[in-house]
């Protein structure tokens, strides 16, 4: 389809400019040029119009027979290829040499892979390290491996303060989970690595899951957090600088006597005022907001899903993967 069309643009180039070099070498009527040139270009609107209608429908067709919810990135491929584009889109890819992309896991190996494809689809990254229990079933060469041990969740988050700065060299990392990947890749912003931490904003209130009550995250009551000092933000689909993680790298996980010990939260809320006396920057809410989305029915500072770079939260991963396989079927990702 992208062929096509600039093959038709051409055509109709060459075909209007044929019009004009008539008219002043052979004489021809004004308003006989004028009346062609406008009808060859309504010929042009309408035929391209018509074809991307009947693209869109043939799509979701196609979509509402297929629901399967594709499992591996493989998978997705087939998908893609099985689908009613005839043409990848082929738009010039965003250069962020000083940022890596990075996942780590022990669970949902080949879902966090699938982030790590999606969103350097149409971003160069200065790299993409999947760091892993496990190996996925499949492996690309633009993503380099590093096997990690097994993680639970308080492995995990002690992982992500103390060890997580020695596996990129790069000024900033994108860390992104099974559910959270870019989806908008214009919206990206170069003030968004003027600091050193930036998430999709939370509420002012939150008040943690029941079901995680008694888990290594959550071991006693549940507390209501109070977020209006600092509400940026959401770990799941984050940037941060070398330095944060460096600076947090000195904390000792297991020392800490905080009721939540998820690693975000302790960057971002218990531990805030002793980073900001650390020179750490956290991007403000308007901006967190335009960086990534995680609480859409909230609208918080007037972001939905169309006005983000990327996006974390488990119930909106479906909706952004159908999203994802849609726009990429019409070259549009």
Known sequence: MIGYNKFMKKFLAILVLGLFIAYYLFGLNELAVIFWAIAFCAGYVSLSASIRIWQKREIRKYHKKHKTIPKTYEDLEKHLKSSVSVMPHLKKKLTLPNVTLIAVTSVEIEEHQMSLKISSQNIEFGAVKLLSSLPPEKKYSDIEYVSVKPMGMTDQNRFMVEDLHKHFETSHCLYVEAHSFVVNVDLWKEKFLEFDYIGGPWPNKIQMDPSLIGTPGLPGPIPILNMKENCVGGGGFSLRSHKLLKTVSKINYDSLKFPIKNEDLLICHYLYKDM???????????????????CDPLHLYGQDVNSVFGFHARHMRDYFLKEYMRRASMGKW
């Open 276 to 294: 900001i006396d650390k020179g750490i920057r956290f991007a403000p809410p308007k901006l967190a907001a335009q960086f990534a989305i995680e």
